[in-house]
């Protein structure tokens, strides 16, 4: 008996791609806080045209918002492993939640000040 045939490098690259693709939508379909950050994101650009940011200020706005969403949705997929294997509360697993949302606080923090060397001189 032959072993099954395994896809090629490009249709495994290809699903990849899918699968990402999925976990995204389900993403912003489902998590309030990613929608939230999608509204602020976009608001965001919208400044950036309006008050015609050079170029590093928008490498650093998308950096700054792919961070915020990046850490998030790990965050998120963290939370609902943690969720999965220990329903019920438990100290260690809240523990584990506390530090991943602390990394999110930290990142948003560092974008709002991002945000904040970018657009305060425009409102002077």
Request: glycine residues 6%; contains cysteine.
């Amino acid at each position: 008996m032959m072993p099954p045939k395994k896809d090629s490098f490009l249709i495994n690259r290809l699903k990849s791609v899918k699968y990402a693709f999925k976990g995204a939508v389900l993403l912003i379909k489902t998590e309030a806080s990613i929608q939230v950050q999608i509204f602020i994101s976009i608001f965001m650009t919208f400044l950036g045209f309006y008050f015609q940011i050079n170029t590093t200020e928008w490498l650093i706005q998308v950096l700054a918002i792919g961070m915020v969403i990046g850490i998030e949705s790990v965050n998120t997929a963290l939370e609902k492993t943690a969720d999965f294997v220990h329903p019920e509360f438990h100290e260690k697993i809240g523990f584990i939640k506390d530090i991943a949302a602390g990394a999110v606080f930290i990142v948003s923090i560092i974008a709002v000040i991002c945000g904040a060397i970018i657009y305060i001189p425009k409102f002077l």
